[in-house]
């Protein structure tokens, strides 16, 4: 007979059944322990989900990816669970069975008054808060309450942890807790229109809020009943609530002593019973310190009877070597170990549940999951030590998991097991990492181990130590993605902010860009736009210099949609990545340059003078996409147009300062019948000698020159405008602005006249001459002696511009004059 098995052995049943009965046991008490291995097919870690109308895609490498929700993908409205529904998702949500032997539950001393009164208050639709301090057993009369109020609501009952969460993060919780939406997590405003449609007695244990901010969550669920647990020390509910308070007391004398007890599961002795009335007086009957203290009595009773002796000499006590084993004679607890008895408690448990303390002080008082202890603490058995942890009263639940009792942290610190504590949570922090980031682990049970990521990073991320940075960067890496796809914002805030700055602190450029691009995405779903654009710049700037390409194409997709969402301007650059424009406060120009908006003024070249000019800000209001970029294009084009007018008037004034030199004294007049002419010969001028390619009035070849009335020629000098030209020196009608006509009479036919030897100006250089009528006589000028021109003056066309301004010309006729 096997003597921890009993039973038939023959062919190996007994060993079926044992194998049978351990590994039904071992499933029982660790439930978790797919995670660590390979049972569970691998899943991507890359989530979709909608948050208000954007769709939000978790990308764990290059960061998440934001954008709007296309038109029909938006989800439904979310359906209301059932109560099985309801029911099913408590009991998940629960704190796990401790292993081993369920202690006995324990009866509810001394509080039916109080709780027929929060009762009957919630029946009315009053909110209540429990106040009272740690230990007097809140926990325990809301479990009560709420079993008495399960069918008062449409929607039942909600529980919800108030430990370390906002008002947004409890709206959240009771949306979930009512209503299914997988993977849709409304905006504020939708939630808010939905909670205002549920009717349930909400239980929020470990309330932390008050004042404003439990006046916003009452204000949020008007159809809800609250009932809350708090300590005194949290802010009390403003008076304009409403709020009913019923505040909680110890036990009696009496009462503790049946208590302790139940706990001890025997009849005291009187030596005992004076002490449980010392210790009444000296922890003012807080039925936490009796809990404890039936927890060192049971402690003491095994002692004595012996449990301490080598389990090998059971079958034989007469093999001891020392004899039978006499029960130890064990004084009772001093009173001081009595009102702080964790350290007592915990010199008297096993290894493995002592280092899980150390875990625990470590990370500030959150205990890991049991199904992480054998990896934490070495043992494949340690998950056994929760539920030693569970019986001695050290451990109280909260929310979906344990943590020390109040007032055990601080005891077990004073007793040296907080000494190696930046080890501990280094080496939580390295396990968590890997748990959380592996493929099998769900967001939702990364979300519940949440308190626990957070408080290892939180003692790694000040340390000094070489490495705990680098650890902090790495846990934020892992469980950053898992917290966004589990919809829970407030824990993948924190986390972020932690990996910020841990990988500030460490010199993780990389990293700590790919946490300021978080953040951003973050800012956006929660509609704080001027945190995203300040987190998404840094990103950008931080991954730039990095030439991560990827990373950076992200963040400003995300920024071009803040600059979407605030009404700023949104270009495109030349590789087709939108961003928003700059800003009236920014000098940089847009990427893709200003584009041409008015074709009819002329384009600056890329290598002329570029005009830079101060870009006044314009109003809120007139700040628009297109408008923006037109306009400032039109200010650049005006300014060159402007320019170019500028020294085409300063060309002109130049002309006719050139031009006006040029003109004959007032003493000499020169007629369009002569024309002279310089060459190279010693006489001078020659005035009789015809010019090549001359024109005659018909336009054939001819004779250069025709005499007048008095047989001399006309000069016309080569360089002369045209007569139909615009020249400075005729009057719109052709007469010469200088000179005057001959003295004597004119005959009443008029003389033929010569065009200029000048070739006729085309259509682009001038105006074609009118023609005008020559019905009445015209009179010929008198012939005036010309003088010579100085030898080394030049009449050719690439010389000076010394011109000779003609008199009058062929087609309009010339004024008669008096003698």
Known sequence: ??????????????????????????????????????????????????????LLTVNPVDGSEIEPCRPGEQPGTPVRRTAAQRADRERAGAPPVPPGAPPAPLPLMERQEERERLVRLLARGRSVCLTGPAGSGRTALLDAVAADCADLAPDGVVRLSGYKRSVTELLYGLFEAVFSAPLHRPDREGVLALLHGIGAVVVVDDLELGGAALQELLDATPECAFLFGATADVPAPAAESAVEEVFLTGLGRSASIELLEHVVERALTDEEANWAGDLWFESQGLPLRFVQAGALLRQRDELRAGQAVSDDYDQDPDDAPFGTAEPLELPLPSLGDGAAPAALLASRLTEA??????????????????????????????????????????????????????????????????????????????????????????????????????????????GDQAGQASAAVLLARSAAPAFAAGMQWGAWEKVLRAGQEAARIAGEVAEEAYFHHELGVLALCTGHLDRARAELEASIGMRGALADKPGAVAGRRALALVADRSGEPVLSTPAGEEMPAPRHDESASPPGGVPAAMPPFPRVSETSATLIT???????????????????????????????????????????????????????NVTTEQSANEDDSENGLSADEPAEDTVSDDGTPGSSESPGPSGSASPSASGTPSPGASDPGTSPSGTPSSGSPSDGPTSGSPSPTKRPTTKPPTPSESETPTETPTDTPTPTPTPTETEPTEPGSSNSASGPAETVTASATQDAPASPTTA
């Open 1 to 54: 007979m096997d003597p921890i098995n009993p039973g038939p052995e023959e062919y190996g049943h007994g060993n079926d059944r044992a194998g049978d009965d351990a590994g039904r046991r071992r499933q029982s008490r660790d439930p978790l322990t797919p995670d660590f291995g390979h049972q569970t097919p691998q899943q991507s870690r890359t989530v979709q989900l909608i948050s208000g109308d954007f």
């Open 353 to 462: 549940a002592r280092e899980t303390l150390r875990f625990a002080v470590a990370l500030g008082g959150e205990v890991p999951h049991q199904a992480h202890l054998p990896a934490l603490v070495g043992d494949t058995h340690a998950d056994a030590a929760l539920g030693e942890l569970a019986r001695s009263g050290l451990l109280s639940p909260a929310g979906p998991r344990y943590r020390l009792a109040a007032g055990a942290l601080a005891q077990l610190e004073a007793s040296g097991y907080g000494e190696s504590a930046d080890a501990h949570a280094r080496s939580a922090a390295q396990h968590y990492a890997w748990w959380a980031g592996h493929p099998s682990v769900t967001p939702e049970r990364a979300v519940a181990e949440a308190d626990a990521l957070l408080a290892s990073m939180a003692r790694l991320v000040p």
């Open 614 to 668: 101060r870009q006044s800000p314009m109003p809120a209001g007139k700040q628009g996409g297109r408008a923006g970029i037109i306009g400032g294009a039109r200010r650049n084009i005006v300014a060159v147009g402007a320019g170019a007018l500028l020294a085409a008037v300063l060309g002109t004034v130049v002309t006719l300062g050139a031009t006006s030199g040029s003109e004959e004294p007032e003493g000499q």
